[in-house]
């Protein structure tokens, strides 16, 4: 089983950008998949969550307004769509996937590597 991320890179402040999350090995569709990120010298932190249920979705306070988190389930996938990037959002940017739709990192069992995304100011 396994989640592999990408879509990360360089990009200036203002930028869009779009990370991808796919499984394998397994079905995600009745689980909650979530983005949880990671910055130089941080705790890794808690940036959006989808739930099995359409339209259920939870967003850091930091990234609303900004980041739309969506999925296809058909392609065993969610996405991150980052807006208005800013400096701040430079990080390590990691997916996971459990059965509950929540905030909190311990309670997801599968998580991919890592993707990173750098914004210059």
């Known amino acids: 089983v396994q989640l592999q991320a990408s879509g990360g890179g360089l990009v200036q402040a203002g930028d869009s950008l779009r990370l991808s999350c796919v499984g394998s090995g397994r079905t995600f569709s009745d689980d909650a998949m979530a983005w949880f990120r990671q910055a130089p010298g941080k705790e890794r932190e808690f940036v959006a969550t989808i739930s099995w249920i359409p339209g259920a979705t939870y967003y850091a306070d930091s990234v609303k307004g900004r980041f739309t988190i969506s999925r296809d389930n058909a392609k065993n996938a969610v996405y991150l769509h980052m807006n208005k990037l800013k400096a701040d959002d430079t990080a390590v940017y990691y997916c996971?996937?459990?059965?509950?739709?929540?905030?909190?990192?311990?309670?997801?069992?599968?998580w991919g590597q890592g993707t990173q995304v750098t914004v210059s100011s």
């Open positions: 996971a996937a459990g059965t509950l739709h929540t905030r909190v990192a311990t309670a997801y069992t599968y």
